[in-house]
């Protein structure tokens, strides 16, 4: 198992920390930002593959962002195994 530090650009989330254990998403959390949705997020992709999760979050806006915490996860995510 690896672990990762990712920090995010344009939301209210400083950073997000998760690890990767055969492409499978372990132990996501975030600093900052809305906790209960946050914490949401990532017991909703806790044992997913990172493709998966990486296809249902890219994309997602907060408001009149151009980005979110959810999307910035897949953006970490993409960078952690190379896409």
């Known amino acids: 198992m690896k ?3 990712y920090n995010t650009k344009g939301t209210c989330s400083t950073q997000i920390n998760f690890s990767l254990d055969d492409n499978t998403v372990k132990n ?30 890219s994309g997602i806006t907060c408001g009149f962002k151009k980005t979110s915490c959810a999307d910035q996860l897949s953006t ?4 952690a195994i190379g896409v």
């Open 3 to 5: 672990d990762y530090q």
């Open 28 to 57: 996501v959390s975030f600093v900052g930002g809305c906790n209960g949705n946050l914490k949401a997020i990532s017991a909703l992709v806790e044992g997913k593959k990172a493709d998966e999760v990486i296809s249902l979050l």
């Open 76 to 79: 970490a995510l993409k960078e």
